[in-house]
């Protein structure tokens, strides 16, 4: 899976969770939560189907490595190489 | 027989439109199936029954609005013909005790026709709670008058020994049948309605209280490692164990205040959802305490998505016996919150945060949440709220007995 | 403790004449025959020999034109009372009065004041058939600009032209020819009436009877009747037509929550089509039945006394009215 398709995923990820929004806008080191407005609730949700839709296993303690696009994308692109 | 009747899903709902019926005459009935989907204020309600037995006959039309305490359908539970009211643990206190023959209260509802009233009757009626389908008009054409309601309202009265069914308040929305009413002004006008009442009606009283949220958080931190991405908690969860819990305790909070404090047998913990659109849901996490950490966190991933879509079940609308509200991350430190009435007390959690915390005579840095709690007065004092907080803490500061 | 006097609808009606034009020196009467015959209907009979003829002025059979006059008069500082002897003449003068007395004030940026008084005989009741019994009250009060009351008792008669020459606009005045004979007391002391409010005539707690002219006294005497059945009636003398005073009726609607409106007009497009969509704009909700009328029968009125009597409604009509609403 190459970056573009990464991003594309979770761009229509966040839609789903946000669906009034435009993920597609953010800045690469904007805050993701803050900016779209998600709750924890919402936050967990998604990083379980990026995990169903990406097939990696993201554990608890690299939740922070999701904050924003530029460090979610790095981190996803080395986890499915891996 | 059994009267099924339209539920009342909340301190604001004063009618619903009978969408769907979902089971037909003759249909075998289970306690907990879902007869029927409502139209409310809410959204898409599923209806449950409380009895067995065998639905009789359906007495409302699919796209019918109709009055909470309308009698909807006729269960046959095979104990006779004497018409009974539903065993249901969600009757509504409106329900007139108009003993009018079945037949006529059948082909009253089954009429195509509406119903025939004068405004002043109907103005009465409604701010009285009274089912115009049970009454019978002596007014011009058949219609039904004041002096029919008035009537009713009095036989009421006579007939009902416990105290009278408090009087509707007037802030709920006029009658105004608006179908271009959008989901969401609608629930903006339910909380209003609730609200309003809340804060006029209840003296609050409110405490606060800085936990440690340290252990618990390591306990989850360490626990979550174990499950798969699916299974992990959040800390919300555990939050919401520990305030059963605490509940369990101090029951005076696990109550209703109807003409006196009722204290209620299940602990089932109402959960402020908030939605995109605006305005919140309150679905309720049933008997919170005799479930697990996991069980609840489990309950919140069918719950949230379930209360964002509408679609929720008329027991978890109505039930809960307590409110927690939550800020989450990145909001306020703190949210002293407005009791849900009838309820007696809402308790808050802020944002959990980094901060100084002294204990036994060190300063250290620890993750904490600004509890607090809003209580009525009039059901508990500072006290009986302040035993509840320190048990909450006690609790969250043992996160492996949760 | 006042005394009553006993007197005729007429003698009130002359009263208040007498006292205005000795009230004020600017008053004067005009109208056909009202000086030396006494007025058709002898109302003014004594007044040109007590007042002369400066002051009560016989005037030529032209309604128009004398209607006219009275308008200048009254915008060149005098208080004319112009006498049209019937309503039916009165289509003659609407010209004067429609375009001019009801718009002047208003033309002329709000320099120029009208205040004539209009006194017409009119209504149903002493066989004088289709030409001169009408009920023109709906066609009066349609238009703005123009004050319009219905004299519909003795009180009234002896009090609502004083309280009409207080007004600096156009009023038009209603009597009603049929009542010129009856008799009734009245206080001694009655006199200026507040021309801006109806009147309640008898107080009830079940139904508002709302009605004007001649319609008052019959209401009155229906909720005697009403009365030995156990029903209150509340009875309410419009008397002001234009502006209505609707604050008055609305009030008893609500407390009665029931409401028949009477009068001798014909049915459509008249007062109580009025009445009733004010009551069902601004008192629905505290309505326990339907409003009814009783009016004119739409036809034209009848010369044969039976036929008279039944184009427009009747004391038993109205109680049995009544009782139909309350226990149907």
């Known amino acids: 899976m190459n970056e573009e398709e990464i991003k594309k995923t979770v761009f229509q990820l966040l839609k789903n969770i946000a669906p009034e929004t435009d993920p597609s806008l953010l800045m690469p080191e904007e805050n993701i939560r803050e900016a779209l407005n998600i709750d924890s609730f919402d936050a967990l949700q998604f990083i379980v189907s990026l995990c169903e839709k990406l097939k990696v296993d993201i554990p608890e303690e690299d939740y922070g490595k999701t904050s924003n696009l530029k460090s979610l994308i790095g981190y996803l692109i080395q986890k499915t190489k891996g | 027989m059994i009267k099924f009747l339209m539920p009342n899903l909340g301190a604001d709902m004063e009618d619903g439109v009978l969408v769907e019926w979902r089971k037909q005459p003759g249909d075998f009935l289970q306690k907990g199936d879902i007869i029927a989907d409502i139209d409310t204020q809410k959204g898409l309600i599923e209806i449950e029954v409380f009895d067995e037995g065998v639905l009789e006959k359906i007495l409302v039309k699919e796209g019918q609005k109709v009055p909470v305490g309308s009698v909807l359908a006729l269960i046959n539970d095979g104990k006779g013909e004497e018409i009974r009211e539903s065993s249901g643990d969600n009757p509504t206190p409106e329900v007139p005790k108009i003993l009018e023959p079945q037949e006529q209260a059948k082909t009253k509802s089954t009429e195509e026709h509406r119903i025939k009233i004068s405004p002043l009757a109907r103005k009465i009626a409604e701010s009285n709670g009274i089912d115009l389908t049970l009454l019978k008009g002596t007014g011009p054409e058949g219609s039904i008058v004041k002096e029919d309601v008035e009537k009713a309202i009095s036989e009421r009265i006579a007939n009902k020994p416990v105290p009278q069914p408090e009087e509707k308040t007037k802030e709920a929305p006029e009658e105004s049948v608006n179908v271009s009413r959008t989901t969401s002004d609608s629930i903006r006008m339910a909380v209003a309605a609730a609200m309003s009442k809340s804060n006029r009606e209840i003296p609050h009283y409110f405490l606060e209280k800085r936990m440690d949220m340290s252990k618990a958080l390591e306990w989850m931190k360490e626990s979550n490692k174990t499950r798969p991405v699916q299974k992990r908690i959040l800390p919300v969860a555990m939050l919401i164990k520990a305030v059963a819990k605490a509940l369990d305790e101090v029951p005076d909070l696990n109550a209703t205040w109807e003409n006196g404090l009722q204290r209620k047998n299940e602990i089932n913990i109402g959960f402020v959802v908030s939605l995109r659109s605006g305005g919140i849901m309150v679905p309720a996490i049933l008997q919170a305490d005799s479930k697990t950490v996991e069980e609840i966190m489990e309950t919140l991933n069918d719950l949230i998505p379930r209360a964002r879509a509408f679609k929720l079940r008329s027991s978890e609308l109505s039930q809960s016996t307590f409110t927690i509200t939550s800020i989450g991350e990145g909001g306020a430190d703190k ?20 901060q100084p915390f002294a204990e036994e005579g060190m300063l250290g840095i620890r993750p904490v949440v600004d509890v607090t709690l809003s209580a009525d007065h009039r059901a508990t004092d500072g006290l009986i709220g302040s035993r509840f907080l320190a048990a909450l803490n006690k609790h969250l500061q043992n996160p492996e007995s949760l | 403790m006042t005394k009553n006097v006993s007197l005729t609808y007429r003698e009130a009606l002359k009263m208040a004449i007498r006292e205005a034009l000795h009230k004020d020196e600017r008053v004067f009467l005009m109208g056909e025959d009202v000086g030396r015959y006494g007025g058709a209907f002898a109302v003014s009979k004594g007044l040109l020999q007590e007042f002369g003829p400066d002051r009560i002025m016989d005037v030529p059979l032209s309604e128009s034109g004398f209607t006219g006059a009275g308008i200048g008069a009254a915008l060149a500082g005098m208080r004319p009372i112009v006498e049209v002897m019937t309503v039916n003449f009165s289509l003659l003068a609407m010209d004067q009065l429609f375009n001019n007395a009801a718009t002047l004030l208003h033309m002329s940026g709000g320099q120029l004041n009208v205040p004539v008084i209009i006194r017409m005989g009119s209504g149903i009741g002493r066989q004088l058939a289709a030409q001169h019994s009408h009920s023109w009250e709906p066609f009066f009060a349609h238009v703005p600009g123009l004050i319009v009351l219905s004299v519909g008792t003795h009180e009234d008669a002896r009090g609502m032209l004083l309280g009409a020459l207080e007004s600096l606009d156009p009023v038009i005045l209603f009597e009603y020819t049929s009542m010129l004979n009856l008799e009734k007391e009245i206080p001694e002391d009655s006199g200026v009436v507040d021309i801006s409010k109806s009147k309640v005539r008898r107080e009830g707690t079940d139904i508002s009877l709302i009605t004007y002219g001649t319609g008052v006294y019959k209401c009155l005497e229906a909720a ?18 234009r502006p209505l005073d609707e604050a008055t009726f609305l009030a008893s609607v609500r407390k009665t ?12 497009v008249s007062i109580s089509s009025e009445i009733v969509s004010r009551i069902m704009e601004k008192a ?14 739409e036809v034209p009125i009848p010369y044969p006394k039976h036929l008279e009597d039944a184009s ?8 049995e009215k009544v009782k139909k609403m309350i226990k149907p």
Do not use: M, N, T
């Open chain 2, 335 to 354: 949210v002293f919150g407005l009791i849900y009435p009838p309820q007696v007390g809402i308790v808050g959690f802020g944002e959990i945060s980094e």
């Open chain 3, 224 to 241: 005697e009747a009403l009365e030995k059945e156990g029903i209150k009636a509340e009875v309410i003398d419009l008397r002001v037509l």
């Open chain 3, 257 to 268: 929550h029931r409401a028949l409106v009477v009068e001798d007009a014909w049915k459509s």
């Open chain 3, 284 to 297: 629905f909700f505290d309505l326990d039945a339907p409003v009814e009328r009783l009016c004119g029968v």
């Open chain 3, 312 to 319: 427009v409604p009747q004391v038993s009509d109205i109680v």
